[in-house]
């Protein structure tokens, strides 16, 4: 865990916090498709993930699904910092998009830190930044995209994450992640495939000219 956390977190934080996170850090391995926090869930625990990739999603009271941002490796989930030190309950769900390992720090540690570490404080800044950009983004998506550009965009921000072009996914979990149904979302991948971006395979989908 160690070496791991070194890896990437060694030119951004001090060598005194780094062995702060190990020693208060617990580490875990979360399989794809486990659920690393829920709508409704207590924050006792803030994610450094370590390598993989996390999904983050918003329900609405309908039980609509949209998927707003991933985590990768080096992230944090800036709105969980929200929670812990609000110490109000979790509004979005963040699932593993495939096998991730990561560190979870206490919530007791987040306050104390950033007075102590400036370069915890700087991380903080940095990851709520980042993830007001992929927010907005998300927006102008839903506001000023055509579902069509939105499902190629979803499409291949996913082959980036998963870092392999042919994606096993049902058209079903499309259709959640992007908000609309499985028969708007099968139609239009026939159209990207017509239009030689995608291959259509059953149960996955073979991403072309990324």
Request: aromatic letters at 8%; glycine letters at 4%; a neutral charge.
């Amino acid at each position: 865990m160690r070496e791991k956390l070194k890896d990437y977190f060694s030119e951004i934080f001090e060598k005194d916090l780094i062995d702060e996170i190990i020693e208060t850090g617990i580490y875990r391995i979360l399989a794809s498709g486990e659920t690393l926090i829920d709508i409704g869930d207590k924050m006792t625990h803030v994610p450094l993930i370590l390598n993989g990739a996390v999904k983050i999603i918003r329900e609405d009271k309908y039980g609509h699904e949209l998927a707003l941002y991933f985590l990768e490796r080096g992230d944090t989930c800036a709105i969980s910092f929200v929670n812990c030190i609000n110490r109000s309950k979790s509004m979005f769900r963040g699932i593993a998009e495939k096998k991730t390992e990561g560190i979870f720090v206490p919530v007791s540690k987040i306050d104390e830190w950033l007075i102590k570490y400036k370069s915890w404080r700087h991380f903080i800044i940095d990851s709520y930044h980042i993830r007001l950009i992929e927010m907005v983004e998300s927006i102008d998506s839903l506001a000023f995209m055509k579902l069509d550009d939105r499902l190629h965009k979803y499409l291949v921000d996913k082959v980036k994450i998963m870092q392999d072009n042919t994606l096993i996914i049902t058209h079903q979990e499309i259709a959640d992640d992007i908000n609309t149904s499985r028969v708007v979302v099968s139609r239009l991948l026939k159209v990207l495939e017509n239009e030689g971006k995608v291959i259509i395979r059953r149960n996955r989908i073979i991403i072309e000219n990324i």
